[in-house]
């Protein structure tokens, strides 16, 4: 059963960068054509998607966030990592992470990150 | 980019009731649909890919139909478990991954 967990600081202040961590269990990135993807949502509010990375670290990043989002792929450890700089209250939501590139799943249980001074 | 309108936002039912949410593209995307179910404090759960595709262990009362611009998502014969928000989501390999707003299904 494939299980996917997000971790990281769940308090950021303004203008530095978030980081995340998917570690996935159950399934190999290194073996498997699936891509990997990071979703986020604001409380109350919808799903945006942030983007996605194959085990090559190949990428593909929603527009709106591009020139701030970064994420990565490390085969060795089974996991992949966001990075968003900059960030405002408005970065502040549930971060989770899927598998899959098109279709997504299974998700992570989703970790809450706080921008705030 | 392709856009994705849910409707209604909020539907309010009982327990047994049929029920019927839509999901409009702005423009055609054959039928490069998946949709979600989210319950409070919980990850989104697949339920429906490539619009009309049931998710191996979601239950039969679930239905998607639809191609091109409309899509479909119903529920025959509400339960208990499925007052929940539904997304719907296009996909494709060409497009980022876009999502509905959204339909909260309340207890009428």
């Known amino acids: 059963q494939v299980q996917l967990q997000e971790s990281g600081p769940g308090l950021v202040k303004p203008s530095q960068t978030l980081s995340l961590t998917c570690a996935v269990s159950g399934d190999s990135i290194r073996d498997t054509s699936y891509y990997w993807s990071w979703v986020r949502q604001p409380a109350g509010k919808g799903l945006e998607w942030i983007g996605h990375v194959y085990r090559t670290g190949v990428t593909t990043y929603n527009a709106s966030l591009k020139s701030r989002v970064t994420i990565t792929v490390d085969t060795s450890n089974n996991q992949f990592s966001l990075k968003l700089n900059s960030v405002t209250a408005a970065d502040t939501a549930v971060y989770y992470c899927a598998r899959g590139g098109t279709v997504l799943t299974p998700w992570g249980q989703g970790v809450l990150v706080t921008v705030s001074s | 980019d392709i856009q994705m309108t849910q409707s209604p936002s909020t539907l309010s039912a009982s327990v047994g009731d049929r029920l019927t949410i839509t999901c409009r593209a702005s423009?055609?995307?054959?039928?490069?649909l998946a949709w979600y179910q989210q319950k409070p404090g919980n990850a989104p759960k697949l339920l429906i890919y490539k619009a009309s595709n049931l998710q191996s262990g979601v239950p039969s009362r679930f239905s998607g139909s639809g191609s091109g611009t409309e899509f479909t998502l119903t529920i025959s014969g509400l339960q208990p478990d499925d007052f929940a928000t539904y997304y719907c989501?296009?996909?494709?390999?060409?497009?980022?991954?876009?999502f509905g707003g959204g339909t909260k299904v309340d207890m009428k």
């Open positions: 989501q296009h996909y494709d390999s060409s497009s980022p991954l876009t």
């Open positions: 423009q055609t995307i054959s039928n490069w």
